[in-house]
């Protein structure tokens, strides 16, 4: 997040990596669901990778590199190699200034990361309100962490309330407790993460304590704001009956606003990312869970929190 120039005036910006339409999973409805970029934990499992660094990144697309060498020729600060089948980016030289992306005649590079004032976000997300009003959708913003930008979210919650639009804020809750009191009156629902109940394994695997994320969640629920709680199911992390019921024994005790649990089965869909921005992936060559440890999962879940539900690829395919 950062303030750019507007007309006489500083204006307020935000950096997002995706503006995705058409969303069926991220809260009720037809939704438009805005990445911002930049999250301060480090989940093994992140199937959003580019969703982690604040700041615009290059990504090269291995399947759609010819090889013409276009891209080096045009990057000023020589960050750029290229060998059979694979692309070095220094990214100690790398500023993603886009001049390779410009150059490059197959489109196999890409700058991820755009900068928005929050009246061009809000006209961008209104082109699909006829949907929302006709679905019972909305907006959500998620991440990476939108809280993050908390100024930035705010200013655009403040515009999407102001127009009509229903607003969903996906976070992780790791946010200090005074931003999301200040958010709370602009939104319709929060979707909240609850990866772990044991802190020292929260640690591990995602870089942080979760004290404050279950402070949070308890907060959130008291101030009467409607939540889903999100809850992926990790191979060899998050994926135990003790976990499953310990979670489902804090949001049926402390959380009475929450009207929906989801399991989200592990999916390696992220992992062709991790190469793409030239860093290791933790879980490379893990399978996906089997249905019947999901259902089993969800057996766990359902007995304590009765709205749960589970969704996602496994080995034997889709949930119907």
Same mark, same amino acid.
């Given at each position: 997040?950062?303030? @750019?120039? &507007?007309?006489?005036?500083?204006?307020?910006?935000?950096?997002?990596?995706?503006?995705?339409?058409?969303?069926?999973?991220?809260?009720? @409805?037809?939704?438009?669901?805005?990445?911002? $970029? &930049?999250?301060?934990?480090?989940?093994?499992?992140? !199937?959003?990778?580019?969703?982690?660094?604040?700041?615009?990144?290059?990504?090269?697309?291995?399947?759609?590199?010819?090889?013409?060498?276009?891209?080096?020729?045009?990057?000023?600060? &020589?960050?750029?190699?290229?060998?059979?089948?694979?692309?070095?980016?220094?990214?100690? =030289?790398?500023?993603?200034?886009?001049?390779?992306?410009?150059?490059?005649?197959?489109?196999?590079?890409?700058?991820?990361?755009?900068?928005?004032?929050?009246?061009?976000?809000?006209?961008?997300?209104? $082109?699909?309100?006829?949907?929302?009003?006709?679905?019972?959708?909305?907006?959500?913003?998620?991440?990476?962490?939108?809280?993050?930008?908390?100024?930035?979210?705010?200013?655009?919650?403040?515009?999407?309330?102001? %127009?009509?639009?229903?607003?969903?804020?996906?976070?992780?809750?790791?946010?200090?407790?005074?931003?999301?009191?200040? =958010?709370?009156?602009? /939104? #319709?629902?929060?979707?909240?993460?609850? $990866?772990?109940? #044991? @802190?020292?394994?929260?640690?591990?695997?995602?870089?942080?304590?979760?004290?404050?994320?279950?402070?949070?969640?308890?907060?959130?629920?008291?101030? @009467?704001?409607?939540?889903?709680?999100?809850?992926?199911?990790?191979?060899?992390?998050?994926?135990?009956?003790?976990?499953?019921a310990a979670l489902g024994a804090f949001i049926a005790a402390?959380?009475?606003?929450?009207?929906?649990?989801?399991?989200?089965?592990?999916?390696? =869909? &992220?992992?062709? $990312?991790?190469?793409?921005?030239?860093?290791?992936?933790?879980?490379?060559?893990?399978? /996906?869970?089997?249905?019947?440890?999901?259902?089993?999962? !969800?057996?766990?879940?359902?007995?304590?929190?009765?709205? %749960?539900?589970?969704?996602?690829?496994?080995?034997q395919g889709e949930p119907g």
């Amino acid at each position: 997040m950062g303030r @750019g120039l &507007g007309k006489g005036d500083v204006a307020l910006t935000g950096t997002t990596f995706n503006v995705q339409r058409f969303s069926t999973e991220d809260g009720p @409805g037809i939704r438009t669901t805005v990445f911002f $970029k &930049g999250c301060p934990l480090r989940c093994a499992w992140c !199937h959003n990778p580019e969703g982690m660094s604040p700041q615009p990144e290059l990504m090269w697309y291995d399947t759609r590199c010819i090889g013409a060498q276009d891209c080096l020729r045009a990057c000023p600060a &020589g960050a750029l190699q290229l060998a059979p089948g694979d692309m070095q980016v220094d990214r100690g =030289l790398c500023d993603a200034c886009g001049l390779c992306v410009d150059a490059c005649p197959a489109g196999a590079l890409e700058v991820i990361g755009r900068s928005w004032t929050a009246e061009a976000l809000l006209a961008e997300v209104e $082109k699909d309100a006829v949907f929302y009003q006709t679905s019972g959708g909305g907006v959500t913003l998620s991440g990476g962490e939108p809280m993050m930008q908390a100024e930035f979210v705010a200013a655009l919650c403040q515009l999407c309330h102001q %127009a009509g639009l229903p607003v969903a804020l996906d976070t992780c809750g790791i946010a200090p407790w005074v931003q999301y009191r200040a =958010l709370l009156p602009w /939104l #319709d629902l929060v979707l909240y993460d609850l $990866k772990l109940w #044991d @802190g020292a394994s929260h640690r591990v695997v995602t870089g942080v304590d979760n004290t404050a994320i279950l402070d949070n969640a308890r907060r959130i629920s008291a101030a @009467g704001m409607p939540m889903w709680i999100r809850t992926p199911v990790i191979p060899g992390h998050t994926d135990s009956a003790e976990n499953i019921a310990a979670l489902g024994a804090f949001i049926a005790a402390e959380l009475p606003t929450v009207r929906r649990w989801d399991l989200l089965a592990y999916t390696n =869909l &992220g992992e062709p $990312k991790y190469r793409r921005l030239d860093r290791p992936y933790a879980l490379a060559g893990s399978p /996906l869970l089997t249905r019947d440890q999901m259902e089993a999962m !969800h057996a766990v879940a359902v007995g304590l929190v009765p709205s %749960a539900v589970w969704s996602g690829a496994t080995q034997q395919g889709e949930p119907g």
